[in-house]
């Protein structure tokens, strides 16, 4: 990458003290801070957050810093205010996304690569965009991970008290800013800002991992992809990668332009808002692959000809076939999944004797385990997987790891999965959503099932019998902390499984999730529909529950 070396600047910009007041409600939740654009507009709002990251973690003084987000609304104007509080906060080098844009996984690899001190990332994931969308910041740490919450608490605690922060006097601070369009290598008073390539570091992180080769040949064979970046950070990645390094055809990553309201779609890769995804895959020219991405390129969807992959299964696939895969060809030491996820990876765990690690919603949980060796893979039902080459979900990292399978094996996505299930059988899953509820009506419901909690265990629902019920904690086994409330779970003698757990990844209201699982081992059973297979769960779920008459919905408002 060729950098010229410049000065945005006429004069020198001097740190200043700005006067502020404490906004309520700036706890980070699950994936940091989400809220509407409008909120973050406010005077001071994202200036008191970002000068409580710089008070908490002091090592960023001196220090190199990533930056960088998922191009949508209010992103770029986010990242010249970070820029004049990192250089007035001492700094020393921040390494920025040409055009603001930085995916999750890619800042999660920056920051490992060039040993930086952390990252802020700015998205707000799967949210929609715009100006009557979604922002959301976060803070990642030297690892690449998420914050754990001991920082994220003192963030927190920190913005309730706050009173000034600190930034760079408007004389000498040019009204365009630094120019972050163009790679490049600038100064901001003492800090350096290198402005570049987004994709160029994942790209090569990507290579190392799997055999470009055979995947090359792959689509010159003539099998064909569809990639869905809906608008959004997957797609410099996507088509550098896979049109340009893999060859794939021009066209075979769509939507690959990432636009600020992300052309209006809602950039979450499920069967609902992929819609037009699922239909080009169960048209009667289908290609042989489909996969999406979501707003910060983290999450993926993965489907074949008339079939769709859930997250569960994916995960629990990509175990059982890692050794074909070049970067984990040695084996992996070890699965984690988060509570709500299928136990499909359970049984493929058992079956190869490796430790497989439960933990709550939220991938700094996996970050740990990473870190001390303990799993390689790791994944979440909201369609998030990813492994030890970065402490991210990585949404381009799974769809070339199913890449890599189809052209190692010579199969059919549906032919590799529905091979699993004869294997291992089959774990039918789902998640019903009750979105956008009134806080208090759901803080109501969870309230109602936790006083339920030691009673559940003996009765009787048609033919299940409750073994289990518990609020789920989890005591993490590389730093010893205990995370309680982590999610409801009833559990029946047969495996089956019923989890309720409000999401903290929303900006309105309450979001209720309620997952579903059954396992099934009769092979005849394996092609039944999966809402059919659930039927009587979904039925005891919502009589447990009391879903319709706490939240006054009678039908979920996303089936996945």
């Known amino acids: 990458m060729s950098l010229t070396t410049v000065s945005t600047q006429a004069s020198v910009p001097t740190p200043i003290s700005v006067s502020t007041q404490a906004f309520a409600g700036q706890r980070p939740g699950t994936s940091g801070l989400r809220k509407k654009v409008t909120v973050f507009q406010q005077p001071g709002y994202l200036e008191n957050f970002v000068q409580a990251?710089?008070?908490?973690?002091?090592?960023?003084?001196?220090?190199?810093?990533?930056?960088?987000?998922?191009?949508?609304?209010?992103n770029r104007a986010a990242v010249q205010t970070i820029l004049k509080m990192a250089a007035?906060?001492?700094?020393?080098?921040?390494l920025v996304g040409q055009g603001a844009l930085l995916s999750t996984p890619a800042v999660s690899c920056v920051i490992r690569k060039h040993g930086a001190v952390g990252g802020i990332v700015l998205s707000a994931s799967h949210n929609p965009g715009g100006p009557d969308g979604d922002f959301g910041i976060k803070y990642n740490v030297t690892n690449g991970g998420p914050a754990p919450e001991k920082i994220t608490e003192a963030i927190y605690q920190r913005t309730t008290s706050i009173t000034q922060y600190q930034t760079l006097d408007s004389d000498g601070y040019t009204a365009a800013g630094v120019d972050i369009e163009h790679l490049g290598e600038y100064t901001l008073g003492d800090m350096q800002v290198l402005v570049i390539d987004p994709v160029s570091d994942y790209a090569e992180l990507m290579e190392s991992l799997f055999d470009f080769a055979a995947i090359r040949a792959w689509f010159a064979s003539g099998k064909r992809m569809r990639f869905d970046?809906?608008?959004?950070?997957?797609?410099?990645?996507?088509?550098r990668i896979i049109e340009g390094l893999l060859g794939a055809p021009t066209g075979t990553v769509v939507n690959g332009v990432p636009?600020?309201?992300?052309?209006?779609l809602h950039p979450d890769p499920n069967p609902v808002y992929a819609d037009d995804l699922v239909a080009h895959l169960t048209a009667a020219d289908a290609p042989d692959f489909g996969a999406a991405s979501d707003g910060d390129a983290d999450r993926n969807m993965i489907l074949g000809r008339n079939f769709i992959v859930t997250p569960s299964d994916s995960l629990a696939v990509m175990a059982a076939n890692a050794t074909l895969v070049k970067g984990y060809a040695a084996g992996i030491a070890g699965v984690a999944r988060s509570m709500p996820t299928s136990c499909a990876v359970d049984a493929v765990a058992k079956k190869l004797g490796l430790p497989c690690f439960e933990t709550p919603t939220g991938w700094k949980f996996f970050g740990n385990l990473l870190d001390a060796g303990k799993v390689a893979l790791c994944g979440e039902e909201s369609y998030g997987t990813g492994s030890g080459h970065v402490r991210e979900k990585d949404g381009v990292w799974a769809v070339l790891f199913w890449l890599n399978l189809l052209a190692v094996t010579g199969k059919s996505v549906e032919d590799i999965v529905t091979a699993h299930w004869q294997t291992y059988g089959r774990h039918f899953y789902s998640r019903h959503d009750y979105e956008a509820l009134d806080t208090d009506a759901a803080n109501g419901l969870m309230a109602h099932l936790r006083e339920q909690l030691a009673s559940l265990p003996g009765q009787q629902f048609g033919a299940y019998t409750v073994v289990l019920a518990d609020d789920f904690a989890y005591d993490d086994p590389v730093d010893g902390s205990r995370s309680e409330k982590q999610g409801i779970r009833i559990i029946f003698t047969d495996g089956s499984r019923i989890v309720f757990r409000l999401s903290g990844t929303g900006t309105e209201g309450a979001t209720l999730r309620v997952y579903l699982e059954k396992f099934e081992a009769d092979t005849r059973q394996h092609g039944v529909a999966t809402q059919t297979a659930l039927a009587d769960l979904i039925q005891i779920a919502g009589e447990v529950a009391q879903i319709a008459t706490r939240s006054g919905r009678t039908q979920p408002t996303v089936v996945t």
């Open 259 to 264: 636009l600020e309201d992300f052309g209006g």
């Open 88 to 94: 007035a906060n001492g700094v020393a080098k921040v």
């Open 229 to 239: 970046s809906m608008c959004a950070a997957s797609g410099p990645y996507a088509t």
């Open 53 to 74: 990251i710089f008070d908490v973690v002091p090592e960023l003084k001196g220090g190199t810093l990533v930056l960088g987000g998922d191009g949508r609304y209010h």
